[in-house]
């Protein structure tokens, strides 16, 4: 349907359950952050010492579980496994515990793993939806959706649920794994209609109709994914590809270079202004463009695709190389 090295669905990663809503977690300071690193060295051991108290005890679990959500939140991962293990040795059951592992895991790409937590987090307590969500999203990620299914139903079914927008995005993920794109339309909408800007189902919601040949109705969610977030590139440049399969070439040529100017380095963007440029005309500058992309993406499919055209024009110069 369109260049072939694009991704179809777009997957951020705020599908998994927002850290915010782990029910110890609280986001410090970098100065307050230094300060629990500090009194967490402080302890000799991960193990507790006989004379410890359980309050103690207590703050040294909560001391490390935080300085965990924190290297979370900040991107460490490595770190924040380290000080969530530690919690765990101290702390074995704790349900907020596990389900951070789980997400520490899942960042780690080691699905097996944050499986294995999330379902020790849910088996201390069932009604833990956040982390039935994201027991689901490491079945979607290991592409085991059938797998995943059921558990976000499960999710949906919870009337104390918060988030039951997450649930219904990630149904729809899993029914674009199964290439079922009517039950994927189905659950994307019911995503937009629990969280009005939720600018993922819109956007997905675009790609599931282009997949129908239903260009008006994907136009239609993208331009809504817009108006939510007008830096949104990655929809700016899916109704570009939009406007350019109908042949109206000037609002296809206004998508793309908003992408470009949100994102110097998208090459795919630049590859078709080119192209637009080529086909109304403007050679001298559809061929520099296509020498930029080149230079730019030498080795890449995008470069390889600017190569072609280029030798199409008649023109063999491939950016110095």
Partial sequence: MSIPFLLCIHMPENYITSLGSLRMSR????????????LVTGFTSCVPQKTETPGKLQ????????????????????????????????????????????LAYQRKGMYNEAIEQYKKALTKEPKFTEAKNNLGTAFLAKGEPDEAIPIFEECLGDPNYS?????????????????DVDKAILNY??????????????????????EKKDLAKALENYKKAVEIDP??????????????????YSPAYDMFRKVVEIDPEYMAAHLKLADLMLIEGSKIEGIKKLEFV??????????????RLLEQTGNTKTGGR
């Fill in 27 to 38: 986001v410090l300071s970098r100065s307050s952050l230094a300060m629990l690193a500090l």
């Fill in 59 to 102: 703050k040294t679990v909560e001391l490390h579980y935080q300085l965990g959500i924190n290297y979370l939140n900040e991107g460490k991962t490595p770190q924040a496994l380290k000080e969530l293990l530690a919690a765990q040795t101290l702390a074995p059951g704790n349900a907020d515990v596990e389900h951070a592992l789980g």
């Fill in 163 to 179: 988030t039951p927008e997450k649930a219904a995005y990630n149904l729809g993920v899993a029914y674009n794994q199964k290439k």
């Fill in 189 to 210: 909408e019911r995503a937009a209609l629990l969280k009005k800007d939720n600018i993922n189902a819109l956007f997905n919601l675009g790609f599931c109709h282009e």
């Fill in 231 to 248: 830096s949104f590139k990655e929809a700016l440049y899916r109704m570009g590809l939009i406007y350019q399969e109908r042949k109206e």
């Fill in 294 to 307: 080149i230079k730019s993406d030498p080795e890449g499919q995008i470069g390889q695709e600017a190569k």
